[in-house]
C-alpha cells in the first residue's frame, strides 16, 4: 500500500484517481482549495493552497507519491507562477524522496513521429492552447530537472476531460510522445481508465523521469 497525495484530487482527474487508488487500498489524501462536493469514502481531504510552500511541504511528509492534477487555468493560469509551483513541488519531492507524478494535457503531444505538436495543427482551437503550452513548459522543465527527482508525466488523450466523460472498460493502450488514435482517427479515454493507468503506472513504475500516454 502506498501513500498517495493528489494535488487537485477533488478535480475531474484528480477525483477519479482518488477514488481507484483508495478502491485499490492505497491511502489517498486528495488536496484542494475548497472542500470536496462529492467526496469518495475512504479517501482524506485537505483543503489549502498548494502554492504555498510550507503548506506543500507538510504534505510531502510521510507520502511516497505525490500526484500534480492541477491545471494552469483561473487565478493559476500565469505560465511563471505555475512553472514555479511545479518546480517547488519537483525540489521537494527529491528531497523527501516521494516519486512525482504529472497530468498533462494532450496538446503537447506529437500528432506523428517528428510532429508538430497537436496544439500546433491549424485546427487545433486558438482559444484553448495557451493551457497545453504552459503543460509542454512543464515536461520540459522536468526533463531538465536533476536525476534526484522520480517523476514520470501522463499526457491523456486528446478526447478526454468532463465535458466526455465515458465508461470504466477496463483496458487502454500506451504510447510516448505520440498522440494515440483508434482506426478511425479517434483519440479518447475515459476518466476511470486514466486513474487506471495511473494506480498501474504507481504500483509498477513502467516510465521513469519520462512521458507516456494512454487511449483506447
Aim: proline share 4%.
Amino acid at each position: 500500500m502506498a501513500r498517495i497525495v493528489i494535488l487537485g484530487g477533488t478535480g475531474y482527474a484528480g477525483g477519479h484517481l482518488a477514488a481507484e487508488a483508495v478502491g485499490r487500498g492505497h491511502a489517498v489524501l486528495a488536496v484542494s482549495r475548497t472542500a470536496a462536493k462529492e467526496p469518495v469514502d475512504g479517501v482524506e481531504y485537505r483543503a489549502g493552497d498548494a502554492r504555498e510552500e510550507s503548506f506543500l511541504a507538510d504534505l510531502l511528509d510521510d507520502a511516497d507519491v505525490v500526484v500534480s492534477a492541477l491545471a494552469p487555468r483561473g487565478d493559476m493560469a500565469d505560465e511563471g507562477a505555475f512553472r514555479d509551483l511545479q518546480a517547488a513541488l519537483a525540489h521537494l519531492a527529491a528531497e523527501k524522496h516521494v516519486r512525482l507524478g504529472v497530468i498533462g494535457g494532450a496538446g503537447s503531444l506529437l500528432v506523428a513521429e517528428g510532429g508538430p505538436k497537436l496544439v500546433d495543427t491549424p485546427d487545433f482551437p486558438k482559444e484553448f492552447a495557451e493551457e497545453p503550452r504552459v503543460a509542454d513548459a512543464v515536461l520540459q522543465d522536468l526533463r531538465k530537472a536533476d536525476e534526484s527527482v522520480d517523476w514520470f508525466f501522463l499526457s491523456p488523450a486528446a478526447g478526454f476531460g468532463g465535458f466526455a466523460p465515458g465508461e470504466a472498460t477496463g483496458t487502454y493502450r500506451v504510447g510516448g510522445d505520440v498522440l494515440l488514435t483508434d482506426s478511425e482517427g479517434t483519440s479518447f479515454i475515459s476518466g476511470a481508465d486514466l486513474a487506471l493507468a495511473l494506480v498501474d503506472e504507481i504500483e509498477k513504475p513502467a516510465h521513469r523521469r519520462e512521458r507516456f500516454t494512454v487511449a483506447y
